[in-house]
């Protein structure tokens, strides 16, 4: 059964630090990852995905990698803003039907 | 088209009651997720439409939960007997196809009291 662990659960950093969510899922064989954000008692908005073949996809400041064979991704936020402040998620593609999610990253930025 | 959209955001009802939440997928997306989520937890798959055909259903559907999608539009999620532990915000999400990208609606809260 696929899992997925995202480390640190919390974070918080000042106005200005770039930083680094980590993701890692235990079953390789996955399709395709993507992350997203979610705002509090809010749905889910899509922030990159990263299909299977690639290696690492690029939005602004963010920046998402992949290591199948680690069963590893990152999200690397630069220059971080009080408005990046929010919940980060990863999932991961299940044999094309279905996301697996980890628990999430609670980021705070502090101006 | 303005995403997904799912209705209604909130609801609150008693014990042993039965809701049904509405889901409005991406206008050509033909595939249409839900997923329950709990505080301080990710989303966890309920089921899945491609077109009208419902393909697959987690363990964590109950014979009270029954998800419908007629003529590969919109899609509805009833409970029936609602329980304490229903209560949770219900996701609905749609792909284009396949192992594409998801799209989430704003979610439906559910308290159950």
């Known amino acids: 059964k696929q899992e997925v662990t995202q480390i640190p659960a919390a974070l918080s950093v000042p106005e200005g630090e770039n930083l680094v969510l980590n993701c890692s899922f235990t079953?390789?064989?996955?399709?395709?990852l993507q992350w997203f954000r979610q705002d509090p008692g809010k749905g889910l908005t899509s922030l990159l995905l990263?299909?299977?073949?690639?290696r690492e996809q690029t939005s602004g400041r963010l920046n998402a990698s992949l290591d199948k064979s680690s069963g590893r991704s990152t999200l690397y936020i630069a220059a971080s803003q009080p408005g990046d402040s929010a919940t980060y998620l990863c999932?991961?593609?299940?044999?094309?039907?279905?996301?697996?999610f980890g628990a999430g990253t609670i980021l705070r930025v502090k101006s | 088209d303005t995403g997904v959209s799912q209705d209604p955001r909130h609801k609150i009802t008693k014990r042993g009651q039965n809701v049904t939440f509405r889901c409005d997928p991406i206008s050509e997306h033909n595939r249409l997720y839900w997923y329950r989520q709990t505080l301080g937890q990710g989303p966890e798959f309920l089921t899945y439409?491609?077109?009208?055909?419902?393909?697959?259903k987690s363990r964590l559907l109950s014979d009270r939960f029954s998800a419908e999608r007629p003529k590969g539009s919109f899609s509805t999620l009833e409970i029936q007997r609602t329980e304490q532990g229903d209560s949770a915000m219900y996701l609905c999400?749609?792909?284009?196809?396949?192992?594409?990208?998801?799209?989430f609606g704003q979610g439906t809260r559910l308290t159950v009291v």
């Open positions: 990263i299909q299977s073949s690639q």
């Open positions: 999932a991961v593609f299940e044999y094309g039907n279905k996301l697996v």
């Open positions: 999400a749609s792909s284009l196809k396949r192992d594409t990208e998801a799209f």
């Open positions: 439409f491609q077109n009208e055909a419902q393909l697959e």
């Open positions: 079953d390789s064989a996955i399709y395709n």
